[in-house]
């Protein structure tokens, strides 16, 4: 799975720190998130989402094996 979460948190001018805080989790699971190296729970994916004001489609692309 590909995410845009980098692309996003610049858009808002966000660090990963500030984007970590605001949903609850630690700077090193943003940086897991955005390389692709972690899956979310769906809350978590939905808390990003709403953070960074978008939708978890936008945000999450999901790749066909």
Not at 8 to 14: E, G, I, T, W
Not at 15 to 39: C, H, I, M, P, S
Request: hydrophobic share 40%; charged share 40%; aromatic share 8%.
């Amino acid at each position: 799975m590909k995410t845009r979460i980098k692309e996003f948190r610049a858009k808002h001018d966000m660090t990963q720190e500030d984007l970590a805080r605001k949903v609850g989790v630690r700077r090193e699971t943003v940086l897991f998130l955005e390389k692709g190296k972690y899956n979310p729970s769906l809350k978590l994916a939905h808390d990003i989402a709403k953070a960074l004001k978008t939708t978890i489609e936008e945000l999450f692309v999901f790749e066909e094996d």
